[in-house]
């Protein structure tokens, strides 16, 4: 319970809940990590189980990324939406990359920023920018119709 507690803390500091008492150790984020990243959307004239192995090798390469993919069926021009927006904490959001952080402590060998729980707003952006350069580098030039900043599906 004391650890579920300090993790509601922790993301209503980030939702600019006000924060009723002061976090342990080192996982509150300061204020300048408490902006939310840029977001994208990319529009694609391709089905969604046409890019499949593009989205996957691009979630793998950017783990510091949030992906989404959705079809669309009510406009034929377009048929998948993808939206990219980059992560506050670093680790990810599913068990298996839960060991990233480990992973980045070990092979660092140093004690920068790269072992910080969170990421600045300037971090997230450069994580998703270089995302979706790598993802609009693996998708067919011809199926992207437009990418825009935003992450809503319309």
Do not use: W
């Amino acid at each position: 319970p004391k650890f579920f507690e300090q993790k509601i803390q922790v993301l209503s500091s980030f939702l600019g809940e006000p924060e009723e008492e002061e976090l342990d150790g080192n996982i509150s984020p300061s204020s300048s990590h408490l902006a939310r990243s840029d977001t994208y959307r990319i529009v694609l004239a391709t089905e969604e189980d046409m890019i499949v192995n593009a989205l996957n090798e691009t979630v793998a390469a950017h783990p510091h990324v949030t992906f989404g993919s959705y079809p669309i069926v009510d406009k034929p021009e377009h048929k998948t939406i993808i939206t990219l927006e980059g992560r506050f904490y670093n680790g990810g959001y599913t068990r298996s990359s839960s060991r990233l952080l480990d992973r980045a402590r070990v092979n660092s060998g140093d004690d920068t920023d790269n072992n910080a729980l969170f990421f600045t707003k300037q971090e997230m952006d450069e994580h998703l920018a270089n995302a979706l350069e790598g993802l609009k580098s693996r998708l067919p030039e011809e199926s992207i119709i437009c990418i825009e900043e935003g992450d809503d599906l319309k």
